[in-house]
């Protein structure tokens, strides 16, 4: 049973023979098992070693299985405890279950109704445990993760204060931009602001995944509901309870799940893949699409209600190249975390590749910013990323814009005349900054350009009279 080699029993009871009863039947099942006689010792097992799922006698001298639930619990809260109870104090392990027992099971137990048991509390344990990690990483990486939010632009200023605005509320929001713009990033931010920062942040990728899969993902499925249901699944709707559902790409799903998600959003209620029984979740949903709703309501490829339903607030996440005045923010930024996971040193990056990286369109916005700088600071041997670190599409697209071809033999007035102009057509006509990059005064930009004016007039005068 490969699945299971990694993960760990540890049995508390003290009876010696049932302890090495359950130790053979499970170490079969390829679990690895810890035995503990008392309460006290299995605390300090717990404290000490990795345990996935604590099977405990309810009744035992010193410590009972109640009072080692508890104590487990401020311990290793992620480790899932069934306890082991006779017919007489089932009601006793019931009410166990309202502080915190994954489940209980009789004695004498059959050999598939344990083994079933513990299987379904490792499952639960690996979420518990992956999710937990999660919140982690976002903490101790939050830098990192909401890197697409870095800016000082007005544009990101007023993304920023938007999402402030709305993470107290409970409304639903959607979140609108190109790909790599950062809409998760925006989403996460909104939860960790908000009222449910403390519970699961759930995200589903829904371009990702065909009809039935989505439904199964976001529903959860009973066993057997089709091949492959070996066991029950929780969907992400009640995984996401009391927290946020972020739906990634929600412009992509068909009209099938459309249906089903509206029918959540309107009664908080849904049932699981071939199951029966109506279940709640309580969710706040954050959506993001780069995709036109509007147009696709209009083509019958959207529902009008669902729409509303997700569209409470809209935010819009502009592209890199609406807040070029971020881009040297992002390089640092990158710069400093990638020289950090690969343990290099750099000092920073060569004037000329900051122009060019500021000047670049990114057509993948901060994702491919991102790429471009770890790539660099991979790739360069020097303390320095010059241009030659750069990916060629990058280098070769903005040398050759970044030149003027000046043919030999050209009268000076001519090149001054295309310098000129050619400079007004990069600054967009901007003067001031002409004069600045030309190392001349802006009167003189003004004189030059009445005296080309003056000229391009007799020339034209000229070619009339001919």
Not at 265 to 284: C, D, H, P, Y
Not at 339 to 350: A, T, W
Request: hydrophobic share 40%; charged share 30%.
């Amino acid at each position: 049973m490969n699945n299971t080699a990694k993960q760990t029993v540890l049995i508390v009871d003290d009876q010696e023979s049932i302890r090495l009863a359950l130790s053979r039947m499970l170490s079969k099942e390829g679990y690895e098992v810890l035995l503990a006689e008392e309460g006290e010792k299995a605390l300090d097992i717990l404290r000490e070693k990795k345990v996935n799922v604590m099977l405990s006698d309810l009744k035992m001298p010193k410590m009972d299985g109640m009072q080692l639930l508890k104590a487990s619990k401020l311990v290793k809260p992620e480790v899932e405890v069934i306890l082991i109870t006779a017919h007489g104090t089932i009601e006793k392990a019931v009410g166990a279950m309202k502080d915190g027992a994954y489940d209980f099971i009789t004695k004498p137990f059959k050999k598939i109704v344990i083994n079933n048991m513990i299987k379904k509390a490792m499952e639960k344990q690996a979420l518990v445990v992956e999710n937990k990690y999660l919140h982690e990483q976002l903490a101790h990486s939050e830098h990192d993760r909401h890197a697409d939010i870095i800016g000082q632009s007005d544009v990101m200023r007023d993304v920023i204060k938007l999402a402030e605005q709305v993470a107290p509320s409970q409304a639903s929001v959607l979140i609108q931009g190109e790909n790599g713009t950062g809409k998760e990033s925006i989403a996460a931010l909104i939860h960790n602001i908000g009222q449910r920062k403390d519970k699961p942040f759930i995200k589903v990728s829904c371009a990702a995944l065909p009809d039935a899969l989505l439904e199964s993902e976001l529903f959860g499925y009973e066993k057997g509901a089709f091949t492959g249901a070996v066991s029950q699944k929780e969907g992400r709707f009640e995984l996401a309870n009391e927290g946020t559902l972020f739906l990634d790409e929600i412009g992509e799903i068909t009209p099938s799940i459309q249906v089903k998600l509206l029918r959540v959003l309107q009664e908080g209620e849904f049932e699981r893949l071939g199951g029966t029984k109506v279940l709640r979740s309580n969710v706040r949903i954050i959506s993001a699409t780069n995709v036109n709703l509007e147009n696709a309501i209009k083509q019958k490829r959207f529902r009008e209600d669902l729409y509303y339903r997700l569209n409470v607030i809209t935010m819009n996440m502009p592209p890199l190249r609406e807040r070029r005045e971020d881009i040297p923010l992002l390089v640092s930024h990158f710069l400093k975390i990638y020289q950090e996971k690969n343990n290099k040193v750099i000092d920073g990056i060569s004037e000329d590749v900051l122009d060019i990286l500021t000047d670049y369109q990114w057509p993948g916005n901060v994702r491919e910013i991102k790429n471009v700088i770890e790539r660099a600071v991979v790739l360069t041997q020097d303390r320095i990323i010059t241009l030659k670190d750069l990916p060629e599409n990058i280098s070769r697209e903005k040398i050759g814009d970044r030149k003027l071809i000046i043919p030999f033999g050209m009268p000076l007035r001519e090149i001054e005349k295309k310098v000129i102009l050619e400079t007004l057509r990069r600054s967009k006509g901007d003067k001031e900054v002409t004069a600045n990059l030309l190392g001349i005064t802006p009167r003189t930009i003004y004189r030059k350009m009445n005296s080309l004016e003056e000229e391009e007039k007799q020339e034209r005068d000229v070619n009339m009279n001919n």
